[in-house]
């Protein structure tokens, strides 16, 4: 019995290992600027969803995380091939940079995509809406809304809104309504 559990704890730890291992190039932490290489940073964080070749030679790969995932990375490579910077984009400082007036593909340089089941079209208003599941300030889950005119790809408003989970859903001791009832913070 003693050989069987000794056994199980050892499996135990192997996978534990693993998907630690796993994790360390999730937003490509063990990566440096000015010295990782593009094919390190691809062999660290895998294929991106979007990538974007600038004139300069310079390159922006976008980087979600999650089906429903609250981050979304931006990885900048120099015309060199080496790291320039990495920024995980879904917060404040990059939300204010949406603005009515600029197109989709402005839009998708800034945050990357939104999974694709979150966007909606709405026929009677020739609406088309993007959105991101992000961490907000008060350490929420919550949503950020792109809102466009479909015919014309351009962004009509934005706002952000709380992530209350399902309306069927039992509000917890405060009267937030939650996944469950249980207040819907984000792991930091």
């Not at 932490?29 to 004139?55: F, V």
Request: net charge neutral; with cysteine.
């Amino acid at each position: 019995m003693l050989k069987v559990s000794r056994l199980f704890m050892c499996l135990a730890l192997a996978v534990s290992a693993l998907l630690l291992s796993a994790c360390v190039g999730y937003g490509g932490s063990q990566l440096l600027a000015g010295t990782s290489t593009l094919p390190e940073i691809m062999a660290s964080m895998g294929e991106p969803a979007m990538r974007w070749k600038d004139e300069d030679g310079r390159e922006q790969l976008a980087y979600p995380r999650g089906p429903q995932g609250t981050q979304t990375f931006m990885v900048y490579v120099g015309a060199d091939g080496r790291l320039e910077r990495i920024e995980s984009v879904l917060d404040a400082a990059h939300f204010v940079r949406i603005k009515p007036g600029i197109d989709q593909a402005s839009v998708l340089r800034v945050l990357g995509p939104p999974p694709p089941q979150l966007t909606a079209y709405f026929e009677r208003r020739d609406e088309l809406v993007w959105e991101w599941r992000f961490c907000d300030a008060s350490n929420q889950l919550a949503f950020f809304d792109v809102l466009f005119d479909a015919t014309t790809g351009i962004v009509r408003s934005t706002y952000q809104r709380p992530d209350y989970g399902s309306p069927f859903d039992l509000p917890d001791p405060f009267g937030h309504r939650t996944a469950r009832g249980r207040m819907s913070f984000c792991a930091r």
